[in-house]
């Protein structure tokens, strides 16, 4: 997979080279482009921004600096699927990430937060997929942090980058509930036990137990969860719970 990310402060995207991502982009499975969005400015100011139409608070960033900037980064095979973060787009869930992940490339657009002239996306729009994307309900100052959760979210489900890929199959969302709580040794730890059953040794108890734990824990944490699942995903002693 091949990354693109363009943005002002390139130096915010260092964190994905380091540790587990940093690791796949050394060892070829993906890789990592950062772009300063100023290298496509054209005055002596580098303006990357301007007033808004219509009057209001901060700034606006430039078609005539973002249009020029996705033309040659997007440019050559396979045409990119460009991300947007900004906490109007669409929710980012482990099925978006599904999605990212089977693409052969991303590119990512960082804008701040009172965005990016609107002109910029619609006209990306006639040449390749957008999908302006929000990673939660709150304000970031920009699109950079959101981009490093999304990338990492992505980066897990490519071919190599997991130790164990099975954690990725057995992690949270993955059967779209929350994952149970997890213990390691010591045995009692300031007086707190290990729960018994996962000291037993029978792993059709520690199944059910942890189920009922990754059950109860998405009921009482986020019930629309288990709102959203088919019928079909719980068995009779689920339902007993
Ligand atoms: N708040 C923001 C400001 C700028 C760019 C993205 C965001 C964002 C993305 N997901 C939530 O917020």
């Not at 947007?84 to 990512?108: D, K, M, N, W």
């Not at 950079?144 to 959760?149: G, I, K, R």
Request: glycine share 8%.
């Amino acid at each position: 997979m091949r990354i693109d990310v363009l943005t002002i402060f390139p130096e915010y995207l260092a964190p994905m080279r380091a540790a587990l991502l940093g690791r796949a982009i050394d060892r070829g499975l993906l890789s990592l482009d950062v772009h300063d969005l100023r290298n496509w400015t054209h005055d002596v100011h580098r303006a990357v921004d301007d007033s808004p139409y219509g009057g209001g608070p901060g700034m606006v960033m430039k078609p005539d600096v973002w249009g020029p900037a996705l033309d040659e980064v997007c440019a050559g095979d396979p045409t990119p699927r460009l991300v947007v973060p900004t906490p109007a787009g669409r929710p980012f869930t482990q099925e978006l990430v599904h999605e990212y992940a089977t693409e052969q490339r991303l590119v990512f657009a960082c804008g701040r937060y009172e965005g990016i002239d609107q002109r910029v996306v619609d006209d990306a729009a006639t040449r390749m997929r957008v999908d302006e994307v929000s990673i939660g309900d709150y304000v970031l100052v920009g699109g950079e942090v959101a981009v490093l959760v999304m990338v990492e979210a992505v980066a897990r489900f490519l071919p190599g980058v997991l130790g164990n890929p099975a954690s990725a199959a057995q992690d949270s969302f993955s059967d779209g509930l929350l994952e149970g709580p997890s213990y390691t040794r010591p045995e009692v730890w300031r007086e707190r036990p290990v729960p018994d059953v996962l000291r037993s040794g029978n792993h059709a108890l520690i199944d059910r137990w942890r189920r009922d734990q990754s059950l109860e824990r998405t009921l009482r944490r986020r019930p629309e969860l288990l709102d959203a699942l088919p019928d079909s995903s719980f068995d009779k002693h689920d339902r007993a719970l």
